[in-house]
């Protein structure tokens, strides 16, 4: 069953087309991989499908709801969580506190104790118990990227939208999130992620979609991209 569907979705900023008539799907239980060169639009897609940013034109269909058009706090409680490539934690807070914001966020009227249960759960599940205390600004980076993950997991999502949370880690750091990825979608919750890390990107994805200049230029299995014409010239080619 298809989680998400679109077509026709379009957004420019002036003259520059940053996404351009992409349609696309996702389908329930898998993590489909959006790359593409720096600038193609990846970031601004997320923002599009998450109501962060309005679209031009396109329609958005979130479990067969029509979704484009909703505020993000519309479609964040219909169940589409995310996190930011710049990440957007509340510095004067501590990491329970900021995970705690997830939980409320995620659904109105959701009791105190309920949103200490969902954070406890939370943290324990990516493994930043031993940092909930500590402020953000004092937190390794790794650990920052964790939290960008606690934080929407916290809103208790259906569908994932992961915004480069591998970005700066080291090789092992990696693995360590490729693993939670792999556990968050086995534990019932779609993914979609941007990612330039290649090893990451074609080992965990199930289905990759790729953009260029705003335009989709490729889907399929990695094994499809990473042996596509196309997509080495424009990208794979370059890293
Ligand atoms: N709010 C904005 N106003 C004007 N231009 C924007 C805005 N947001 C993005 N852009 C432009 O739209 C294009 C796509 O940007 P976007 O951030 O979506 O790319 P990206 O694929 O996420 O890149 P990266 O891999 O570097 O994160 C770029 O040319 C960018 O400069
Ligand atoms: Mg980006």
Avoid: W
Avoid at 6 to 26: C, H, I, M, P, R
Avoid at 165 to 183: C, F, H, Q, S, Y
């Amino acid at each position: 069953m298809k989680i998400l569907e679109g077509k026709g979705v379009s957004k420019s900023f002036g003259g520059l087309k940053a996404v351009s008539d992409v349609e696309f799907y996702v389908e329930e239980g898998e993590i489909l991989g959006l790359i593409g060169p720096n600038g193609a639009g990846k970031t601004t897609f997320f923002n599009l499908l998450s109501g962060a940013l309005p679209m031009d034109s396109g329609t958005v269909l979130f479990g067969g709801q029509k979704i484009s058009g909703l505020k993000p706090n519309q479609i964040c409680r219909a169940g589409m969580g995310r996190t930011f490539q710049a990440a957007k934690n509340f510095p004067g807070m501590a990491v329970y506190g900021n995970v705690m914001m997830g939980a409320l966020f995620g659904k109105p009227g959701r009791s105190a104790s309920e949103a200490e249960q969902i954070t406890d759960e939370v943290l324990d599940f990516v493994g930043l118990t031993e940092y909930k205390d500590k402020m953000v600004t004092d937190i390794p980076l790794s650990a920052q990227k964790q939290l960008e993950v606690a934080r929407a997991l916290a809103t208790r999502p259906k569908l994932l939208l992961l915004d480069e949370v591998m970005a700066g880690l080291n090789p092992t750091e990696v693995e360590d999130a490729m693993k939670l990825i792999l556990r968050i979608r086995d534990s019932g919750i779609t993914v979609i992620m941007i990612e330039h890390v290649m090893r990451a990107i074609m080992t965990i994805c199930d289905r990759i979609l790729v953009l260029h200049h705003g335009a989709k230029i490729a889907e399929g299995t990695p094994q499809e991209i990473s042996t596509s014409k196309t997509v080495i010239e424009i990208y794979l080619g370059e890293s």
